[in-house]
């Protein structure tokens, strides 16, 4: 068992992690279950669309040449032959010196090949059966072509993409109920630590509300997975392998732990991990954040969060975000970002990569960012007012006022 122990990037660690995942397999959703998911298939078109040529618009349907003469002075006068309603049957033939009165979406009759709205009509006349036309119109103005949108047999979605409320438009216009997708990960959520205790309780001395189990629940879910509350172990190894098993028969995809996983007396994790499975330890590059494990339990893929909550929830977007990404089939597996020009200094001694709070806004000369206050890795309180972290490289040790870096934008979705 090879045990790594030495820091590694961030990076490294990504593409360690990455290397080991595969997206899952597929099922069938239903469009009312399809949003966020990746299509596991190539979707063609089974037919036209529209299917036959429309109305876009109420009005008259007719000839363009039957009023290429019509001013508005002289309108040209037209028997009304019908009226066409959408959802109705169209007519065989509107003949010539004809109109027909047609609503929005509904069948343009064979021989007519414009329509004209209401307001460029004598609307009154037509109680009498003619209807006067007061403007010329160009063929085809107002009517929707048979396949305009789409015709039968054309790629409209390829398999990898990204179903939004677009896509289930879509889908849902070529007749499909269902769609063949990359099924959602379902993803273990465990705490560690004795002195946590689930919020709403009464704390004893010493002991702390968990923060890390709803928050890591919530970014899981904001991926478009499943959480899979596991509840809080102790710091105690025989407690941790009882927890660790009943993980693995709980028919999960991935399992994040928070805990553990530090070099304490009773950071278990790593020791329970590496008796139980195939485990690959390392400290990483970062901050905050250093200490993570990921490996794997029977097979089960694991990633050992560090304990405290910032800390964890910078690291979870790093390696639990991607990793779900790629699980989920999605092709964009990092957090979107920005260039923004620094507001503060900020020092970043150690070497890491750096990790800031930052709020983020948009002026006239670009996008900036300001420090939201104390970086220490259990301050959530700077954590919430942030809508970015900024990422100071290794090699800079100050970052001073005026520099530009990127940021990543945790809630902004990529398409």
């Not at 961030?10 to 990746?38: K, N, T, Y």
């Not at 065989?92 to 307001?119: C, N």
């Not at 029977?298 to 975000?321: K, S, T």
Request: charged share 20%; aromatic share 4%; with cysteine.
């Amino acid at each position: 068992m090879n045990i790594r122990i030495d820091l590694l990037t961030v990076d490294e660690a990504q593409e360690r992690i990455l290397r080991a995942i595969r997206p899952l397999d597929a099922l069938v959703a239903s469009l009312d279950q399809a949003l966020g998911l990746v299509l596991a298939q190539d979707v063609v078109a089974g037919h036209d669309n529209p299917p036959f040529d429309n109305s876009a618009m109420d009005g008259y349907a007719c000839r363009a040449s039957d009023i290429a003469e019509a001013t508005r002075e002289r309108p040209v006068m037209l028997a009304v032959a019908a009226e066409i309603v959408a959802g109705a049957e169209p007519l065989k033939l509107l003949a010539p010196g004809t109109a027909a009165r047609i609503m929005t979406g509904a069948p343009v009759p064979a021989g007519a090949d414009v329509v004209v709205p209401f307001e460029e009509t004598d609307e009154g006349a037509a109680k009498s059966g003619v209807v006067g036309i007061r403007v010329p119109r160009p063929a085809q103005s107002n009517v929707r072509r048979k396949g305009e949108d789409f015709s039968t047999g054309e790629l409209l979605l390829s398999a990898g993409t990204r179903i939004g409320p677009s896509q289930i438009a879509l889908l849902a216009a070529l007749g499909l109920p269902e769609i063949a997708a990359v099924r959602r990960p379902r993803v273990g959520v465990l705490t560690t630590g004795n002195e946590v205790v689930v919020p709403g309780q009464s704390l004893k001395p010493g002991q702390i509300w968990d923060s890390n189990g709803p928050a890591i629940a919530a970014l899981i879910e904001q991926t478009g997975a499943i959480p899979v509350r596991l509840g809080i172990a102790r710091d105690n190894a025989i407690e941790m392998r009882q927890w660790l098993g009943d993980a693995q028969a709980a028919g999960l995809d991935l399992l994040i732990t928070s805990g553990g996983v530090s070099a304490g007396d009773y950071d278990l994790v790593k020791d329970v991990l590496r008796a139980s499975g195939a485990i690959e330890f390392w400290s990483v590059r970062i901050k905050p954040g250093k200490p993570l494990a990921f490996g794997l339990l029977d097979g089960l893929p694991l990633i050992g969060l560090p304990g405290n909550p910032v800390a964890g929830m910078v690291a979870f977007l790093q390696f639990a975000r991607p990793t779900l990404m790629k699980m989920l089939g999605r092709t964009e597996l990092f957090l979107p970002k920005i260039e923004a020009r620094l507001l503060d200094r900020i020092e970043n001694r150690g070497g890491r990569r750096n990790f800031v709070r930052v709020c983020v806004e948009q002026t006239s000369d670009g996008w900036t960012a300001s420090s939201t206050g104390a970086q220490g890795s259990a301050q959530l309180s700077t954590m919430a007012q942030a809508n970015g972290l900024l990422i100071i490289p290794e090699a800079i040790a100050v970052a001073e006022a005026g520099m530009r870096f990127q940021v990543q934008m945790p809630d902004w979705e990529m398409g």
